[in-house]
């Protein structure tokens, strides 16, 4: 089965991997040293596309695509291990869709319905908005507004037009949008994919400079809304937990009705360099070893660095000015 190479976004930048087709599907591996095989998108990946595993390592085994380990995991709301391979759980975060009624009043902080209310009474409105150049238009100005986040570096800051328009335009087929818009501009949107009876969300973002008026909780409320209309099952945003530590993100999560649903990952060695690390427990390389005081410190200096190298660029160009 020929080789290729299949283009994936690694922190906002493109890098070519080598791929695969296999069943109906691209199958990809990244990693230097330890190359670990995974289906591309998997999370968007319709239906069951490993099937029996057996199957499916005997098909990757019989391709030229250089792996050492595959891993692949089970789809909400199916979380009850299948199958006898070496698993870790996966952490997600997800509102199981009942009502709308339901999530506001019994799943969400009291402070997320104060923000609903704020929302709407400074004249914040939220609606599914077509897939268009006002629409990308709208995101640019949004990715635009500082190159760091969270205290990381903005992996979307000054990208162009045709490239955010590129970025969006994936499986839109099975995709909708959220706008939500303040004055006729739009300060934060949702892209949502429909995959089986789920909708996973591939951006949740909106402008820090109109935070105050409360435009994701908004968003986020419309998403819920829609996808009880909609009949899923499960609204999916991202990871709940970030290696073993919450965050800020996690706590959003929480006060807004997600919740932490594991599911099984599995890891099945295919050379016996996969084997090793598994057994060493360094198919992760070898950040999640390290001690939770080392990784807040680097977090911490990550972030006073950004804001150090933000801080400099401002004043050089009011110096300039």
Same mark, same amino acid.
């Given at each position: 089965?020929?080789?290729?190479?299949?283009?994936?976004?690694?922190?906002?930048?493109?890098?070519?991997?080598?791929?695969?087709?296999?069943?109906?599907?691209?199958?990809?591996?990244?990693?230097?040293?330890?190359?670990?095989?995974?289906?591309? +998108?998997?999370?968007?990946?319709?239906?069951?596309?490993?099937?029996?595993?057996?199957?499916?390592?005997?098909?990757?085994? +019989?391709?030229?695509?250089?792996? +050492?380990?595959?891993?692949?995991?089970?789809?909400?709301?199916?979380?009850?291990?299948?199958?006898?391979?070496?698993?870790?759980?996966?952490?997600?975060?997800?509102?199981?869709?009942?009502?709308?009624?339901?999530?506001?009043?019994?799943?969400?902080?009291?402070?997320?319905?104060?923000?609903?209310?704020?929302?709407?009474?400074?004249?914040?409105?939220?609606?599914?908005?077509?897939?268009?150049?006002?629409?990308?238009?709208?995101?640019?100005?949004?990715?635009?507004?500082?190159?760091?986040?969270?205290?990381?570096?903005?992996?979307?800051?000054?990208?162009?037009?045709?490239?955010?328009?590129?970025?969006?335009?994936?499986?839109?087929?099975?995709?909708?949008?959220?706008?939500?818009?303040?004055?006729?501009?739009?300060?934060?949107?949702?892209?949502?994919?429909?995959?089986?009876?789920?909708?996973?969300?591939?951006?949740?973002?909106?402008?820090?400079?109109?935070?105050?008026?409360?435009?994701?909780?908004?968003?986020?409320?419309?998403?819920?809304?829609?996808?009880?209309?909609?009949?899923?099952?499960?609204?999916?945003?991202?990871?709940?937990?970030?290696?073993?530590?919450?965050?800020?993100?996690?706590?959003?999560?929480?006060?807004?009705?997600?919740?932490?649903?594991?599911?099984?990952?599995?890891?099945?060695?295919?050379?016996?360099?996969?084997?090793?690390?598994?057994?060493?427990?360094?198919?992760?390389?070898?950040?999640?070893?390290?001690?939770?005081?080392?990784?807040?410190?680097?977090?911490?200096?990550?972030?006073?660095?950004?804001?150090?190298?933000?801080?400099?660029?401002?004043?050089?160009?009011?110096?300039?000015?």
């Amino acid at each position: 089965m020929a080789l290729n190479q299949t283009e994936i976004r690694v922190q906002g930048r493109p890098v070519m991997v080598p791929s695969v087709e296999l069943n109906g599907n691209t199958v990809i591996t990244t990693g230097k040293w330890l190359k670990t095989a995974a289906l591309r +998108d998997e999370e968007l990946v319709e239906g069951d596309p490993v099937g029996d595993p057996k199957l499916f390592v005997k098909g990757l085994k +019989d391709t030229a695509l250089p792996a +050492d380990i595959l891993t692949f995991s089970q789809r909400l709301p199916d979380i009850t291990p299948r199958y006898a391979y070496y698993l870790e759980w996966e952490s997600m975060a997800a509102i199981r869709i009942t009502t709308f009624q339901d999530w506001l009043h019994r799943r969400v902080e009291y402070d997320v319905r104060k923000a609903l209310k704020k929302a709407a009474k400074l004249g914040v409105s939220v609606r599914t908005v077509a897939f268009d150049d006002a629409l990308i238009s709208g995101i640019v100005r949004i990715y635009n507004e500082s190159p760091i986040r969270q205290g990381k570096r903005f992996w979307h800051y000054q990208k162009s037009f045709e490239t955010v328009k590129m970025e969006k335009s994936t499986y839109l087929e099975r995709s909708e949008f959220i706008g939500a818009y303040y004055e006729n501009e739009l300060i934060g949107f949702i892209k949502m994919v429909y995959v089986d009876r789920l909708a996973s969300t591939l951006h949740v973002i909106s402008r820090t400079k109109h935070a105050s008026k409360k435009p994701t909780n908004a968003l986020i409320a419309k998403a819920v809304d829609i996808c009880e209309q909609k009949k899923i099952t499960h609204l999916v945003y991202g990871n709940y937990r970030y290696g073993d530590m919450n965050s800020s993100l996690t706590e959003f999560k929480r006060r807004n009705g997600f919740e932490e649903i594991c599911v099984p990952r599995y890891y099945i060695p295919l050379t016996a360099k996969g084997r090793l690390c598994l057994e060493l427990g360094l198919h992760h390389g070898i950040k999640p070893v390290l001690p939770r005081s080392i990784l807040r410190a680097l977090r911490s200096a990550r972030s006073k660095f950004y804001k150090l190298q933000l801080a400099g660029k401002s004043n050089a160009q009011a110096e300039s000015q």
